[in-house]
């Protein structure tokens, strides 16, 4: 009933509420036969290739395990080693990949490049991080608040940090999708993309978007608090001016006293203890880092089982 096969998986802007919750549905379907030791081979003989531009621990090791599980593969493709990184086209190579994998994911710098690859491609593409969105990474963690609260319309996620970067956007998205209100808190001149705020603000069903510079008011009753990192791939020349700029913003014991007293805290990781985050927040009982990285396994099956359908 829902026509995701052959789709693109870019930005979740691009699903309906419904495609979405149908995702984390399909997710939590693969996590128990996974978790019960259940073959469920439904992607069998079906091969995903994966280009990574920038570096990767879960994204690439979640994509590949979740392929195999699947009854699939999974090929590991550096911009370092394929002739992209010469300069071959992305049309041509869109093109050419298309010829031999059922699925392509893409890790990059731009997300224009993204957009251009799934132009050429002739199979379904999936946005494995660009420089302004992370939408497997934003279902995961929608995925992991489900668990946790047992639902997520009616929720306030509240996100401290760079607002001008992928996880910021992707959580702006996915939050009007499902019904939850969403508070960024950010520096001045680190403030989320006006149009993704605004399509944001036209999506959302009666829920708040709110966007500030003040993380006390962010943070406010707050039942989700999220960050990320203050230097993102491709930023590390700025990384002396970001510590300077974001040192009003970490989250720590003293900021979360300001959230309910049963908040989750998440971060997609890789995390830097001691600047966006303390030790005893990202180390603490309110953390759900690592059931959050897991679920990018159980997140991304879902949506390679749906776009990828024999
Ligand atoms: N969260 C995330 O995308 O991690 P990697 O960079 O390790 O893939
Ligand atoms: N914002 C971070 C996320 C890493 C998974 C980055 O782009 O480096």
Redesign the pocket.
Do not use: A, F
């Given at each position: 009933h829902y026509n995701l096969k052959g789709k693109d998986f870019l930005q979740l802007s691009d699903f309906s509420s419904e495609e979405i919750l149908y995702l984390l549905e399909t997710a939590q379907e693969l996590k128990t036969l996974q978790k019960q030791g259940t073959p469920h081979p439904f992607l069998s003989g079906k091969v995903l290739g994966m280009i990574f531009e920038k570096s990767s621990t879960r994204t690439r090791v979640s994509f590949e395990v979740g392929m195999l599980q699947l009854g699939g593969h999974a090929i590991f493709l550096s911009t370092k080693d394929i002739q992209l990184g010469r300069g071959e086209s992305i049309s041509d190579t869109a093109k050419v990949l298309s010829r031999y994998v059922d699925g392509l994911m893409i890790r990059t710098f731009s997300h224009e490049s993204v957009e251009e690859f799934a132009n050429y491609a002739t199979v379904p593409v999936i946005n494995g991080?660009t420089?302004l969105q992370?939408p497997t990474?934003v279902l995961a963690d929608l995925l992991t608040i489900l668990e946790h609260k047992g639902k997520l319309a009616g929720l306030k996620l509240c996100y401290i940090g760079?607002g001008n970067?992928?996880?910021a956007h992707s959580l702006i998205e996915g939050a009007v999708k499902v019904g939850m209100d969403i508070s960024v808190a950010s520096p001045v001149g680190y403030m989320p993309n006006e149009i993704i705020v605004a399509n944001a603000k036209k999506a959302a069903k009666g829920t708040a978007v709110t966007i500030t510079n003040d993380p006390v008011e962010a943070i406010k009753g707050a039942d989700v608090v999220v960050t990320?990192?203050w230097t993102?791939?491709g930023q590390e020349e700025e990384t002396a001016k970001r510590l300077k700029d974001f040192q009003s913003f970490q989250v720590n014991e003293e900021l979360c006293k300001q959230a309910k007293n049963d908040y989750i805290f998440l971060h997609?990781?890789?995390a830097h203890r001691g600047e966006e985050v303390t030790s005893k927040i990202i180390d603490g009982p309110h953390s759900v880092v690592f059931d959050e990285a897991e679920n990018r396994l159980h997140a991304q099956k879902a949506i390679l089982k749906i776009l990828l359908a024999k």
């Open positions: 991080l420089d992370h990474q760079d970067n992928n996880m990320d990192v993102s791939m997609c990781l890789p």
